[in-house]
């Protein structure tokens, strides 16, 4: 019976059209978004713990406004990907209660700590770098509200990027305590930045199908490779080495080549044994059951409001 349905649904992506949430869509097609959708939300909640860890001791008023508009834009990120996932007919309530129990991910990379202020501009101009370079292909993401979601998402990161390059600017140019402080952010902040991008293409159990979906437009080594190309002369001007020595440009590749990626320390991550996991995932849980009251009272105020339009 579904046939009449997937062959309009293969034939609305093949064009290039945005699937929208009334569409009849394949449930491995909901499910798969609704797996990504929620694990980059989780992503972004997450990830305001290492940065958030700064803002009682920013170094000046400038920064701490600059970093609590930062650590605000994530949670408002955070908002949009959960309703966006809500379209697919789950509830923000019970993605959050998949993170609590472990049955979601988050992004391995908000496992590792903050030790020192430099690691607010490493985060910034390496992580958040590392997610346009992710982000700006899911703006074209067949999924309609997962890409319009993506525009905005965007535009915010950009600002997140371009703070964290000042940040280290500033800090490289400084005393040379300042210099090796931002080095020593870079040196602990940049093979974790690529294990954002995935693990490689061969080993990538959703590439192929999310492709095919027109969910994922590069594979995880492409948008990688993107990624080192586009840091290397940032890194140059920044005054900064990038702790790899192997890197390089290759001309005839006309990209640069590096060095092996350890996928173990990934893997590690991945199943919980990163610096930070416990800490992260305990104060999540903690926060969630600090903010029960607010969610109750929220809820009866709506109802008290609608119940006075039914009255
Ligand atoms: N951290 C945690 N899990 C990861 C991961 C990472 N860095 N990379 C891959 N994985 C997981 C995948 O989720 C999948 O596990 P699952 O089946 O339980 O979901 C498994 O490893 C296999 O990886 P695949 O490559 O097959 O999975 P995907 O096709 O989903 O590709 C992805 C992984 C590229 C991260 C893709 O999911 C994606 O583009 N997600 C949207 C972007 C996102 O989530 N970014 C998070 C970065 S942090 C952020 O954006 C906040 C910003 O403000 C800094």
């Given at each position: ?32 978004l609704v797996?990504?959708m ?13 940065e958030?860890n700064w ?33 697919l ?13 472990g ?40 999924y309609?509200?997962?890409?319009r ?10 600002f997140?990027?371009?703070q ?24 602990r ?42 840091c ?19 001309e005839?590749r ?14 590690a ?13 305990s ?29």
């Amino acid at each position: 019976a579904t046939g009449g349905y997937e062959r309009a649904f293969d034939a609305a992506v093949a064009a290039e059209e945005r699937v929208e949430p009334r569409d009849w869509m394949p449930d491995a097609y909901r499910a798969t978004l609704v797996r990504q959708m929620a694990q980059h939300a989780h992503s972004e909640i997450i990830g305001m713990q290492p940065e958030a860890n700064w803002i009682t001791r920013a170094p000046s008023l400038r920064r701490k406004a600059i970093l609590m508009a930062k650590v605000q834009d994530e949670a408002g990120h955070g908002l949009y990907l959960y309703s966006a996932a809500e379209t697919l007919g789950t509830s923000r309530d019970e993605l959050l209660d998949k993170l609590h129990s472990g049955r979601q991910k988050y992004s391995s990379i908000f496992n590792y700590p903050t030790l020192t202020w430099a690691d607010v501009g490493a985060i910034g101009w390496l992580v958040d770098g590392a997610a346009i370079t992710n982000q700006v292909p899911l703006c074209r993401c067949s999924y309609g509200p997962y890409a319009r979601a993506m525009v905005r998402i965007c535009k915010e990161e950009s600002f997140h990027q371009r703070q964290g390059y000042e940040l280290l600017l500033a800090l490289s140019r400084g005393t040379p305590e300042q210099h090796a402080m931002a080095q020593d952010a870079v040196d602990r902040w940049w093979w974790p930045s690529l294990m954002m991008f995935g693990p490689p293409d061969d080993e990538s159990a959703h590439s192929a199908q999310s492709m095919t979906w027109k969910i994922k437009r590069h594979s995880n080594d492409e948008l990688r490779q993107r990624f080192v190309d586009i840091c290397v002369p940032q890194a140059a001007s920044l005054g900064l080495t990038l702790p790899d020595p192997e890197l390089r440009w290759n001309e005839e590749r006309q990209r640069h080549d590096f060095g092996p990626i350890d996928w173990a320390e990934f893997r590690a991550v991945l199943k919980g044994n990163g610096p930070c996991n416990e800490q992260r995932l305990s104060q999540r849980r903690r926060a969630h059951e600090d903010g029960a009251w607010v969610r109750e009272a929220a809820a009866a105020y709506a109802a008290k409001r609608t119940g006075r339009a039914e009255g």
